[in-house]
């Protein structure tokens, strides 16, 4: 057996990571995003201080693949647990793992009133413009046109609205220290989606205010398409309608050179 060098290593599991198979559907970037946040966790060196805070939804087995502290919250309740947390424990790292239907539908009032409070929590933010877990129900982040399980005529923006662009909302409000959003559709953008979870959880550490990355992920097995062909959807679809960006990084955040 070939000697793992630092020259020839390929792949290790973060020690953030347990040794537990992933119940995600393949082609989902779930996983993709799950290892960006360990690999940060183990470069920062702060998984022994970090609690986690997963909803129902697709993560909701997360605590099963991180070696951190982990808590489970009600549909859409993570940032008030997250809160909670935070403010009994101020020196630990605390963090939720929403998807879209929790986050921006049930959720949304607990998301809004978090960043507008500016806790000083930081939240990983999976868009893939669906309900997930429950069978592909339309979100309000599901594209105008999308067809969803329970929008089989694409979503009509006359009956249903359109889609709540998050991170542009939630940049809007003075409690927000860092808002961006990423995307995992390719090595490119899944590099520049680390380095930007990387700094909100240094915006948190550093005492500067409530923090959200949004991911744009794929859904293959609701899109009705296959990992790769997902992968060009989102890039179509999704790119324009939630284009990537920093929607809001405090002064604070700039000066520290975070």
């Known amino acids: 057996m070939a000697v793992m060098t630092p020259e020839n290593l390929v792949y290790v599991r973060p020690s953030a990571f ?17 290892r ?29 693949y991180f070696a951190t502290d982990f808590v489970e919250a009600a549909h859409g309740r993570a940032p008030a647990m997250a809160t909670g947390i935070k403010r009994c424990l101020p020196d630990r790292i605390v963090f939720t793992y929403q998807g879209d239907g929790d986050l921006a539908s049930i959720g949304t009032g607990e998301i809004i009133h978090a960043a507008a409070r500016g806790e000083n929590i930081t939240v990983i933010f999976i868009n893939n413009t669906n309900f997930g877990m429950t069978g592909g129900q339309m979100a309000p982040t599901t594209l105008p046109g ?54 909100a959880f240094e915006t948190q550490r550093r005492g500067l205010g409530f923090s959200l990355v949004e991911l744009l992920s794929t859904c293959p097995s609701n899109w009705n398409l296959t990992p ?31």
């Open 18 to 34: 347990t040794d537990t198979p992933t119940h995600y559907c393949p082609g989902c970037t779930h996983g993709v995003a799950h």
């Open 36 to 64: 960006l946040v360990a690999e940060v966790l183990d470069e920062m060196e702060l998984t022994n201080r970090t609690i986690g805070v997963a909803p129902v939804g697709c993560s909701v087995f997360m605590y099963n």
């Open 146 to 199: 999308q067809k969803t399980t329970s929008s089989p005529n694409g979503r009509d923006v006359e009956l249903q609205g359109y889609p709540i662009r998050m991170a542009e909302m939630l940049a809007t409000l003075d409690g927000a220290g860092y808002v961006v959003r990423r995307s995992l559709h390719d090595p490119a953008n899944i590099r520049k989606a680390k380095k930007a979870i990387r700094t």
């Open 228 to 258: 790769v062909e997902s992968l060009k959807w989102l890039e179509e679809h999704m790119l324009p309608y939630y284009p990537l960006g920093d929607y809001k990084v405090a002064p604070s955040i700039t000066a520290a050179k975070i």
